[in-house]
């Protein structure tokens, strides 16, 4: 079964500054996607950033990027310039393709809460 | 383009009682999942449907959670009798097709008290 861990419970990060967030993951498959997904006070999940398993290219959306390390199951997001409006709870989170048996669900880490400071 | 609709935004009730929850996914969608987030983790896969029929329900607890999605389009997600442990914020989410495009848009939630 797949696992998705965040090491992190609590982070913060001063206003315009860089925050990395970790996690890692545990799977047997080859060839999966994996989220970042934001979460608000408001509790609408909102999705960040994905990445597909099988490029090497680390995915980018503007303040946002990751660091995908398929070898060593870690898949890490940098949010640059940081903003009051990032602090949120991030979840990171492992979805096998729909093919082979797979539903395509999404299966979640714990989340780590961010907190931006002015 | 109107998202994910859920409703009540909260609820209130008593052990033992029953409660419903509803969702509109995106129209279009022909997946629709039902996700419980018990406060300090990540959700958690309930029941997953393709259109009107259920592809995943393992981790429903179908002694008292039952849900359905007539006509392929909204869903309700029924307790009954809830206990206190069902203290939870229930998330639905809807996909264009997970084989194609992966990825899930959510709702708001109904976050749920049992007392």
Known sequence: AQTVTQSQPEM?????????????YDTSESN???????????????LVIRQEAYKQQNATENRFSVNFQKAAKSFSLKISDSQLGD??????AFMKPRYGGSQGNLIFGKGTKLSVKP | EAGVAQ???????????????????????ATLYWYQQILGQGPKLLIQFQNNGVVDDSQLPKDRFSAERLKGVDSTLKIQPAKLEDSAVYLCASSLDPGLYPIQYFGAGTRLSVL
């Open chain 1, 12 to 24: 913060s990060v001063q206003e315009a500054e860089t925050v990395t967030l970790s996690c890692t």
């Open chain 1, 32 to 46: 999966y996607y994996l989220f970042w997904y934001k979460q608000p006070p408001s509790r609408q999940m909102i």
């Open chain 1, 87 to 92: 602090t949120a709870m991030y979840f990171c």
């Open chain 2, 7 to 29: 409703s009540p935004r909260y609820k209130i009730i008593e052990k033992r009682q029953s409660v419903a929850f509803w969702c509109n996914p995106i129209s279009g969608h």
